[in-house]
């Protein structure tokens, strides 16, 4: 929790001349007293692509600081125009107003600034070299950009925290889900292995089918005639008695083809994966000393 609040800040004098110095009225809250002073501190941006013509424009210690609101004005000269480039003087900038405790900065608000010149004539066709006395300034006050800091005030309850707290069970979810790809891709190896198991069988089933198919009628001996009507009625007689016997054999082999299929889409489909800050009302704003 912040110990000093920025409440408002104000625009004074805007739009302005270009070397005109910049008025802000500043509201803050402080919920407790400081041991040390707040400085406040106004950079203009001299250049968008490069901080090497940045311009701090003044600096404010404020302080002792009185626990409630409090309010002041912040006056800051215009900047240097020897230390910003010729073709960056005209158009938008941007302004940053931000005050530290103690060295360390806990609030900034960036306003941008449109400079241009006070005629269209001059917009339109600007010199070669700017005329500084025809150019003025517009702070966007309407919108700025405000950006808090957590920093250590005079307490060590007050420093914010430097690592993360600890979070045992993010760890153990982490843990939880390399468990569970583990599991998956060992699933996977018995569901390959199981499909081989039941395609060997399918093979040696089909090779088996076939030796059947082709056994035929046993070859009739040399002999007479009659003796060879005789044994080619016998030999055909046992041929299909072997036929049949064959065929029955088939059957019984469809049989165990089935029970194969039904053993390997047993085997073939293995268990499942493991699822895994405001002022008090009433209060006063009082006048903060500035040194």
Avoid at 156 to 178: H, I, K, N, R
Avoid at 208 to 216: C, E, L, S
Wanted: hydrophobic content about 35%; aromatic content about 6%.
């Amino acid at each position: 929790m912040s110990v000093v609040s920025l409440l408002g800040v104000k625009v004074l004098n805007n739009p302005a001349s270009f070397s005109a110095p910049y008025e802000f009225e500043i509201t803050f809250e402080c919920l407790e007293q400081l041991h040390k002073d707040l400085e406040w501190k106004l950079t203009y941006v001299g250049s968008a692509s490069t901080s090497e013509f940045d311009q701090e424009l003044d600096s404010l210690l404020v302080g002792p600081i009185p626990v409630g609101v409090n309010k002041f004005i912040f006056e800051a000269d215009a900047p240097d125009l020897t230390r910003i480039p010729a073709s960056d003087i005209l158009g938008v900038t941007v302004i940053l107003l931000t005050c530290s405790y103690d060295g360390r900065e806990f609030v900034r608000v960036g306003y941008y600034v449109n400079n241009e010149y006070d005629s269209d004539e001059l917009n339109q066709e600007p010199p070669s070299k700017p005329i500084i006395e025809k150019v003025r300034r517009n702070v966007l006050a309407e919108k700025p950009r405000v950006t808090r800091f957590a920093i250590k005030w005079d307490s060590e309850e007050s420093a914010p925290a430097e690592f993360p707290p600890d979070q045992p069970e993010a760890d153990a979810v982490e843990e939880d889900s390399l468990t569970y790809g583990i599991e998956e891709e060992e699933e996977e190896e018995d569901l390959v292995e199981g499909e081989a198991s039941v395609t060997k069988d399918l093979d040696e089933d089909a090779e088996m089918a076939g030796a059947d198919d082709t056994a035929g009628a046993p070859i009739p001996m040399p002999g007479n005639e009659e003796d060879a009507g005789s044994e080619d009625l016998e030999a055909e007689s046992s041929g299909s008695d072997e036929e049949e016997d064959g065929e029955e054999e088939e059957v019984e082999g469809d049989g165990g083809e089935d029970e194969d299929m039904d053993m390997g889409e047993e085997a073939g489909h293995p268990g499942k994966a493991a699822e895994n800050g405001h002022p008090a009302s009433g209060a006063h704003a009082q006048e903060a000393m500035v040194h």
